[in-house]
């Protein structure tokens, strides 16, 4: 009976483990992943899928009203930005739409729609005077969760969309929320 004991000890541990650990490092998540500056270090994710909507709210440091910037990610992985929102004309904002995109005034807003912009990461910094970054996701912009209770003011991230692994889901923080959609969300 002992001999039957350490012959399954031994397929565990030739067999098993190693698959075990191997199985622990493969990609398996997609995710919104925000990374710390631009290094592989996960600070937080969001599990969403190809094709899903975020959008990123920030409040313009000079004119102090809400910018918001609409995404959606795409089949090859990266990262497409629709539209743009804001209140006023300022510093760093745009005046016109470009070829193929729609400027138009709607309820008191500017929104550059149509926009096609697709990148591989974007880079962003969560406010330090003026901190009030939120980001929202769900087809009907149900989620909203604010930077500072995941992010460093101050500090800086490089969001893909990623697969990860059980190992670097581990190492950063998932972002949830259950709340429900907040009146302060321009649309």
Same mark, same amino acid.
């Given at each position: 009976m002992q001999k039957k004991y350490i012959k399954v000890f031994w397929i565990f541990s030739?067999?098993?483990?190693?698959?075990?650990i191997v199985l622990f490092f493969i990609p398996f998540q997609k995710a919104l992943v925000f990374y710390v500056e631009d290094t592989d270090q996960v600070k937080a994710y969001l599990p969403i899928q190809a094709g899903d909507p975020f959008q990123i709210i920030f409040t313009h440091s000079i004119h102090l009203k809400d910018v918001v910037e609409k995404y959606r990610l795409?089949? =090859?992985? *990266?990262?497409?930005?629709?539209?743009?929102? %804001?209140?006023?004309? @300022?510093?760093?904002m745009p005046s016109n739409a470009e070829e193929g995109e729609n400027f138009v005034f709607e309820?008191?807003?500017?929104?550059?729609k149509n926009m096609n912009k697709?990148?591989?990461?974007?880079?962003?910094?969560?406010?330090?005077?003026?901190?009030?970054?939120?980001?929202?996701?769900?087809? =009907?912009? *149900?989620?909203?969760?604010?930077?500072?209770? %995941?992010?460093?003011? @101050?500090a800086w991230y490089t969001v893909k969309y990623d697969t990860l692994s059980l190992w670097n889901i581990l190492k950063g923080v998932k972002i949830d929320d259950e709340s429900t959609r907040s009146d302060s969300i321009i649309n």
């Open positions: 030739i067999i098993i483990i190693p698959i075990s795409t089949e =090859n992985g *990266e990262i497409e930005q629709y539209e743009i929102v %804001y209140e006023e004309y @300022g510093i760093g309820n008191g807003k500017y929104h550059i697709v990148f591989p990461s974007i880079n962003i910094r969560n406010g330090r005077i003026v901190s009030e970054h939120r980001l929202v996701w769900g087809l =009907n912009e *149900e989620h909203i969760v604010n930077f500072n209770d %995941y992010f460093t003011p @101050g």
